[in-house]
């Protein structure tokens, strides 16, 4: 049997243990700390990438959050063009704020900001006056809270890198740095504060797009995605549904959960498992769906 059948059974894989990959040897163009982030999935994007026929027009990343797959098809030169969709209103005004041309505006304000904890705990607890300042709010959070984690609950970081506490995680020259390169790629970048599932339906007709699709994980009982997100209450199938009916072609990442793999074996797509280390460097094992995933083997 060879490692093309093997794969059609995810939980048999061929034992020639692929090891997670290093993400600090990805380039992080993302301001965000991003709870579920693909970092460790850029090396497989640019495989799947290196295998289209013809350069794909457009990049579709409909559930974008910290949205590295989108920016690094972007600075790779892999795609003119990509279209991210983010329903959590805080982080769709980061993407519409450098969509905007606000990235020198926000940087100017990263790199005067006097962080401490009273500083940080007045500036998000204001009502921000225009999208730029909402982005201003959203990237303190999320270089302050726990994890990154924007959802409702999460608290500050305590004791962090270097025992900096609640700083451990801002770094304005490294942030200031990014926000001038996201403006120089920011006009190629289609950002919509919408439903996942209408982008995709607006695209589904075009051969020339493809799909990079990374929902919340609540499929098959999982809670993490409850945790980590405001926004994870998905049809997971009615998504599926909309993959097939893709004339492009498209990814998916999902938890390895027995659910989304019965989807995935109901619509005749591929599966394949990938190594990667969670939060808590722990080897995990994530699930990829595609159309036809030979390339992976
Ligand atoms: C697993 S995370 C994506 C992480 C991203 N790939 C990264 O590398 O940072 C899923 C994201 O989908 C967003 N989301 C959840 N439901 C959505 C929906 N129906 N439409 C658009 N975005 C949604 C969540 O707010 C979250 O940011």
Not at 25 to 33: A, I, K, T, W
Not at 164 to 173: A, E
Not at 213 to 233: E, F, M, V
């Amino acid at each position: 049997m060879n490692a093309t059948q093997l794969s059609l059974f995810p939980e048999i894989i061929p034992d020639k243990k692929p090891r997670p990959v290093n993400v600090a040897s990805v380039p992080q163009r993302s301001l965000f700390r991003y709870p579920g982030g693909k970092t460790w999935f850029v090396p497989t994007f640019r495989q799947w990438m290196r295998h289209q026929r013809v350069k794909p027009a457009v990049l579709i990343e409909p559930f974008a959050g910290g949205g590295i797959i989108s920016l690094t098809a972007l600075f790779d030169r892999l795609v003119e063009r990509v279209v991210m969709a983010e329903l959590d209103a805080d982080v769709a005004a980061v993407w519409q704020a450098i969509v905007d041309g606000q990235s020198h505006w926000l940087a100017e304000k990263i790199l005067h900001f006097a962080l401490t904890k009273e500083s940080v705990i007045d500036a998000i607890t204001k009502r921000p006056g225009s999208v730029r300042e909402k982005a201003f709010q959203t990237i303190l959070k999320n270089r302050t809270l726990h994890g990154g984690i924007l959802a409702a609950g999460a608290g500050f970081i305590k004791s962090g890198e270097n025992g900096r506490g609640i700083g451990s995680r801002w770094y304005p020259m490294t942030l200031a740095r990014r926000l001038g390169d996201l403006a120089i790629i920011a006009p190629q970048i289609d950002f919509r504060h919408d439903d996942a599932l209408n982008v995709i339906r607006a695209f589904s007709t075009e051969e020339s797009a493809i799909f990079f699709i990374d929902p919340p994980y609540t499929a098959g009982g999982k809670k993490a995605g409850r945790r980590l997100y405001k926004h994870c209450d998905l049809d997971h199938n009615e998504l599926f549904t909309l993959c097939a009916a893709l004339k492009g072609d498209f990814l998916m990442t999902y938890d390895n959960a027995s659910e989304v793999r019965d989807y995935a074996r109901s619509h005749n797509f591929a599966t394949r498992l990938i190594p990667m280390h969670n939060t808590h460097h722990a080897t995990m094992r994530e699930l990829v769906i595609g159309k036809d995933l030979a390339w992976m083997d």
